[in-house]
């Protein structure tokens, strides 16, 4: 007997034409025939042996399978295009059903591509960062009497005074292995330096990990580093790092170590020890929330630093207060755009912009003022909205409509055809049911109708639907139930994201009934309460 592995290999490469024994261009009776004969034939109840049986259940599953993919139009053109590999891609769920093979094969590659892509990403997981420091501090900072004696007419210089830019990926190596290689550049007051950095990290256990950094480029030397983390408890672990840089004044080694405790869910607390040119005690609380974000710190740091002596003296005092405020919101679906406004003292007032895009950071931290201005202040926080306000209507809201204009305009050719088909078999229906004296659908609309005030300044956007409605009406009644009728077939969304209502005008044994209905409102036709009474 086969391996279970070569019998899922066997059938993954059987066609299933084959397994149901028809041809490929079998109708769906031809389909539904062989397989309830297959059914019977490998039905798992009628075999008492225990192999047989499970034999019988595999067969069973596989002539079940392909019947599902066989009796779906949809899939079966799939399957017929790409074989059982088409159907394994990603996003077919989310497709519209009514597609040609040419449309069919376009959406295949275009979902290939974008398997592709995420593979690639999540394999390498790129992640950068752009940061653009803007100086301003001359909009609300300037003397007067300085800027008298300037030049230009005194208007605010505007400059930017840094710049950041960082950018790595991963590359798996093993199961436990990883390789990084990251890279910045970052330039201020006109000077600036660069590196870059490899690393190689290894996932020891289930509790820890530890890496290898090798770095050069900046002016400080070339650097190896050892980093190691560990989870003591569910809620507290440690972090120790050891590096040595090589530079022009001679090797220069550094050590730190940081524990970490939770606190409670939105609470954690911090103490770091580091040694080396910038030595220092550490101890924080920092607690973040949905909506806020406080941290404290205290903080012991040696004042004398020299090849000879190692002297740690504590310095108490005020470092000073930050308080910050913001908003964010997502524009698109992998763009998030937020505004915060820092202040505090001593460094002032900045407004700091923020794009994330997927993997990617853009950052423009604006510096308005050194002080605590009032003014500043107000700008900071007015004007970021009002900025937004101004693009949301005049440049994203005009291109979402037209963006939905297009879709309904391509929804509207691709039901063409559906109609027609429709409206011949339902013209077909009408005249028999003229000769019936049963229900007959006269005219029927769906969309948003306008009332006789607001006629000038709104527009009527309906469909007509006399047809597909014409279509359901079964033995002189028509019955839809309270779901929207945009589902309905050959119906479509006139209207997007508004109100919309069913607006009939039928006939029943000669007479006439008209009726208005809400969009998920359940409506049975013929009523009494619908007919139109005889002017005498």
């Not at 397989?35 to 039905?43: E, G, N, Q, V």
């Not at 020891?204 to 580093?225: C, M, Q, R, T, Y």
């Not at 510096?367 to 949301?392: C, E, K, N, R």
């Amino acid at each position: 007997m086969a391996a279970p592995e070569d019998e899922d290999f066997e059938f993954n490469n059987q066609d299933y034409y084959s397994l149901l024994n028809v041809r490929k261009e079998a109708t769906l009776e031809e389909l539904k025939a062989s397989y309830r004969r297959l059914c019977m034939l490998y039905h798992p109840d009628k075999h008492r042996d225990p192999e047989l049986k499970r034999q019988a259940e595999q067969l069973f599953n596989r002539v079940h399978q392909a019947y599902e993919v066989l009796s779906d139009a949809h899939s079966r053109a799939i399957y017929d295009l790409f074989g059982k590999k088409g159907l394994e891609v990603e996003g077919w769920e989310v497709v519209e059903r009514k597609r040609t093979p040419a449309e069919i094969r376009e959406e295949y590659e275009r979902l290939q591509r974008e398997r592709e892509e995420r593979r690639l990403q999540q394999r390498t997981n790129p992640k950068g960062t752009i940061s653009v420091g803007v100086d301003a501090t001359d909009l609300f900072d300037r003397y007067d009497e300085d800027f008298d004696e300037l030049p230009g007419g005194g208007f605010p210089h505007i400059e930017i005074n840094k710049m950041h830019i960082s950018q790595s990926i991963e590359a798996p190596l093993t199961n436990n292995d990883t390789a990084m290689l990251s890279g910045s550049l970052s330039t201020h007051n006109g000077s600036g330096g660069g590196n870059i950095n490899v690393t190689v990290r290894r996932v020891v256990s289930a509790k820890g990990w530890g890496e290898v950094e090798f770095g050069a480029g900046d002016i400080l030397g070339p650097l190896i580093g050892l980093k190691m983390f560990r989870n003591i408890t569910p809620r507290c672990f440690l972090t120790a790092q050891c590096g040595l840089q090589f530079s022009p004044r001679g090797p220069r080694p550094s050590c730190s170590l940081m524990t970490a405790r939770h606190l409670d869910q939105n609470t954690m607390g911090y103490l770091q020890w580091r040694w080396g040119p910038t030595s220092a005690m550490t101890s924080s609380l920092v607690r973040d929330t949905k909506s806020s974000h406080f941290t404290l710190a205290l903080q012991v740091h040696k004042i004398e630093f020299c090849s000879f002596c190692h002297n740690f003296s504590p310095r108490t005092g005020w470092f000073g207060t930050v308080v910050e405020y913001g908003a964010e919101r997502k524009i698109s679906r992998h763009s998030v755009l937020s505004a915060t406004v820092s202040m505090g003292v001593p460094q002032g007032v900045t407004l700091k912009l923020r794009l994330a895009r997927a993997s990617q950071t853009y950052l423009f931290p604006i510096h308005l003022t050194d002080q605590l201005l009032p003014s500043a202040v107000f700008y900071a926080t007015v004007g970021p909205l009002v900025v937004y306000m101004a693009i949301h209507r005049l440049i994203i809201v005009p291109y979402t409509q037209a963006q939905k204009e297009q879709e309904l305009e391509l929804q509207r050719k691709s039901s063409a055809t559906d109609i027609a088909k429709k409206k011949q078999e339902a013209e077909s229906a009408v005249s028999t049911r003229l000769q019936k004296c049963g229900l007959i659908i006269l005219n029927a609309w769906y969309g948003k109708f306008v009332s006789e005030t607001s006629q000038k300044q709104e527009k009527a956007r309906v469909i007509d639907v006399t047809v597909p409605l014409q279509c359901l009406v079964k033995d002189s009644k028509l019955i839809l139930t309270e779901a929207s009728k945009v589902g309905l077939p050959g119906f479509y969304d006139p209207c997007v994201g508004e109100d919309k209502s069913l607006k009939l005008l039928y006939q029943f044994r000669g007479v006439m009934h008209q009726v208005i209905s809400a969009d998920n409102e359940a409506l049975r036709i013929p009523k009494q309460s619908h007919r139109i009474e005889s002017e005498s």
